[in-house]
């Protein structure tokens, strides 16, 4: 089944460039090329493509402000986002919006192409969970995006091990580093499977897949978790229930 896809880029060079990119893909059928917003948000409603290739900066409207129309529309039938773009300032808000990509321009036909599948396995799940309704859906971030000592990170959620608060800031610690972000723990609360991600302290979240064991000191009665690296961190009473609502399943 080809992929069907819409063009968003006021640069008509931007257009041709990709249509010359897409051609080589054996699955692609381009279905519409949008100049502007407002030529987008009719495009996608007429043509119901399963990818949307969106430039963030347009005359009028911006790329969120697209996603944010079509959502109030018909968010059950929202394509796949790959954001094409020369700024890199939006990278972290694209992926909250739940983009399956973000390409720096200019960007080559591989880094394209991996765009591509990774639309491609989203209209993978969707298909095989079939419809579903808006109040039992609930996508869950995949990665982060975030700047860290002059790079953009893009960081899999698997790779995070624990969450720490900080002030005014989040440390996540994955595999040997750290980075610290301006965020709270309430957003990442919400944001994180909570069959993966357990909150355990109001300055704490653990990823389960890196727990390895759950303990309770004799002396005191304070517990802890102990992390695959060894680290401990501590549980609070106000959340040790949802440990032992784990243990008790």
């Not at 990278?91 to 390409?103: G, R, S, T």
């Not at 036909?109 to 993978?124: F, K, M, N, V």
Request: glycine fraction near 6%; charged fraction near 30%.
């Amino acid at each position: 089944m080809p992929l069907r896809v819409v063009i968003a880029d006021d640069e008509v060079l931007a257009r041709q460039k990709l249509l010359q990119l897409l051609r080589e893909e054996p699955d692609i059928e381009v279905v519409g090329e949008g100049a502007n917003a407002a030529e987008t948000i009719d495009l996608v409603q007429l043509t119901r493509p399963d990818v949307l290739l969106l430039d963030i900066r347009m005359p009028g409207m911006d790329g969120f402000d697209v996603i944010s129309a079509l959502s109030c529309a018909s968010p059950q039938s929202l394509p796949s986002i790959i954001f094409t773009t020369a700024h890199d300032q939006y990278a972290l808000k694209a992926f909250e919006v739940h983009a399956v990509d973000y390409l720096l321009k200019p960007f080559t036909r591989e880094r394209l192409s991996i765009a591509l599948d990774h639309a491609r396995e989203q209209q993978e799940r969707r298909r095989a969970n079939g419809p579903v309704k808006s109040a039992q859906k609930k996508e869950y971030t995949k990665r982060l995006v975030f700047r860290s000592k002059g790079r953009i990170l893009f960081l899999p959620i698997e790779e995070i091990r624990w969450i720490g608060a900080e002030e005014n800031y989040v440390r996540i610690c994955a595999g040997k580093e750290s980075h610290m972000l301006r965020n709270t723990m309430a957003n990442f609360e919400t944001r994180l499977d909570p069959d993966v991600f357990l909150r355990i302290h109001r300055s704490a979240i653990v990823n389960l897949q890196h727990v390895k064991e759950f303990r309770t000191d004799g002396t005191d009665g304070e517990c802890f978790v102990t992390m695959s690296d060894g680290h401990k961190l501590p549980v609070s009473r106000g959340y040790r229930s949802r440990i032992t609502g784990l243990i008790a399943r």
